[in-house]
């Protein structure tokens, strides 16, 4: 009876922890582990930087290969990258780092904002970091580019009343990275696409990666798409 009441337990505790955000947790620690960020080294070659989150990191990703920075590897062969991305970075921690920044790069990319959303920062504080970022990155590139994440709410990790509010977040804090980009040098790559024609959100299995929050190698692919056509100018 003992034996049996404790199997019991056993089976009752990690059914609930499968339906909490702790087994999404365990699920992301996971894919963390298993995530190596892609960088390249040509001697004397132009450079690129990016800056980032878990997204700049390539967390998701089934091969760095496949990620943004993998990617930009892929298609523009003669650049450098450095990638100093870090998991669970927001962008008031990033506002250091650019501060320590030196030399001069081709192109610097932030792909930062998501942890923002999903810990519900003060947009109105984010919006002063965010400035102080530009500022500090000035004089180390001539093209400054920024990805945040898609819809927020959009995630499969996200049912009923929490995906309308990260839906919501999302939007607010999207419109204050266009307002950034208008007043400086920014250029924001807005990925940020409607629920009714966001493949990603209608297709969590292909698009997600295990913890239905980080974008898999095919949904690195897509937010790609979005930004390969402002490289092609930039880089050819």
């Given amino acids: 009876m003992k034996y049996t009441l404790l199997l019991f337990c056993i089976v009752l505790i990690v059914f609930v922890a499968t339906q909490t955000t702790l087994f999404r947790f365990l699920k992301t620690i996971y894919l963390i582990v298993i995530s190596t960020p892609y960088e390249r080294t040509i001697q004397s070659a132009p450079k690129i930087l990016v800056l980032g989150d878990s997204t700049g990191y390539g967390?998701?990703?089934?091969?760095?290969?496949?990620?943004?920075?993998?990617?930009?590897?892929?298609?523009?062969?003669?650049?450098?990258?450095?990638?100093?991305?870090?998991?669970?970075?927001?962008?008031g921690e990033l506002v250091d780092v650019a501060k320590k920044v030196e030399g001069k790069y081709e192109l610097i990319l932030l792909q930062i904002g998501g942890n923002d959303i999903l810990q519900k920062k003060d947009v109105r504080e984010v919006e002063k970091q965010l400035q102080e970022i530009v500022v500090a990155l000035s004089d180390n590139t001539n093209n400054l580019l920024m990805m945040s994440s898609g819809n927020v709410g959009g995630a499969s990790a996200f049912k009923a009343d929490e995906a309308v509010f990260y839906e919501g977040l999302t939007r607010t804090y999207r419109e204050m990275f266009l307002r950034v980009a208008a007043e400086t040098q920014l250029t924001y790559i807005d990925l940020f696409l409607e629920p009714e024609v966001d493949v990603i959100s209608q297709n969590p299995k292909k698009y997600l990666a295990i913890d239905g929050l980080h974008p898999s190698s095919e949904g690195y692919g897509v937010w790609y798409t979005t930004l390969k056509p402002v490289l092609e100018k930039i880089l050819k």
């Fill in 59 to 91: 967390t998701g990703a089934s091969k760095n290969t496949d990620t943004i920075a993998g990617r930009i590897g892929t298609d523009f062969t003669s650049y450098s990258i450095e990638n100093k991305s870090k998991n669970g970075r927001t962008i």
